[in-house]
């Protein structure tokens, strides 16, 4: 099976930078990936990482030691609309399981 | 192109009573898999299935089932339903290349058991 740990709750504020770890325990590792989800809304995809190193993709960033079994996604320059849930999900053995999910609340 | 399509997006139950839930994957996508979304434990991995063939299960009962059409759509049922399934289901799809992995999630199914 799986293990993903990341925080439950972080709170920053508008323009500031948040970094959400996630640690993961899997076999068969095949990739992680970050999803977001707006209250009441389905999961959008963030990013993946399969090797290690950092993925940038504009405001966000995810990072991967796949020997460490860790993850980060970092998120700045802050928006109002970037508070939302962010789950780790880890693919391994072909099958894809979330963590718990950080509840990220942005304030002015 | 159109989106993932859940149906439908709300229904309630009684306890003893079974449900079918319904999904229309993306066009082209051959892989749809099913989640359980509760707020105290997350999305939990219910199955995945590929050119109708169950290809993954989590770790659920066997109250839950599912099934591909051959035109990708998926249903799942849940028999005997117990307060603890209430819960919002997702289904997503993708391609079904097993070496990568963006899922596309509809809106899901949140189903509230009386």
């Known amino acids: 099976g799986q293990n993903i740990d990341q925080p439950t709750e972080m709170t920053a504020t508008e323009g500031a930078i948040v970094q959400i770890n996630c640690t993961y325990q899997t076999s068969g590792f095949n990739g992680l990936f970050w999803y977001q989800q707006h209250a009441g809304e389905a999961p959008t995809f963030l990013s993946y990482n399969v090797l290690d190193g950092l993925e940038e993709k504009g405001r966000f960033s995810s990072f991967l030691s796949r020997s460490k079994g860790y993850s980060y996604l970092l998120l700045k320059e802050l928006q109002m609309k970037d508070s939302a849930s962010y789950l780790c999900a880890v693919r391994g053995d072909y099958k894809l399981s979330f963590g718990a999910g950080t509840t990220v609340t942005v304030r002015a | 192109k159109a989106g993932v399509t859940q149906t439908p997006r709300y229904l309630i139950k009684t306890r003893g009573q079974q449900v079918t839930l319904s999904c229309s994957p993306i066009s082209g996508h051959r892989s749809v898999s099913w989640y359980q979304q509760t707020p105290g434990q997350g999305l939990q991995f219910l199955f995945e299935?590929?050119?109708?063939?169950?290809?993954n299960k989590g770790n659920f009962p066997g109250r839950f089932s599912g099934r591909q059409f051959s035109n990708s759509r998926s249903e799942m049922n849940v028999s005997t339903l117990e307060l603890g399934d209430s819960a919002l289901y997702l289904c997503?799809?993708?391609?079904?290349?097993?070496?990568?992995?963006?899922?596309?999630f509809g809106e899901g199914s949140r189903l509230t058991v009386l």
């Open positions: 299935y590929f050119s109708e063939t169950q290809r």
């Open positions: 997503a799809s993708s391609p079904g290349d097993r070496n990568t992995g963006e899922l596309f």
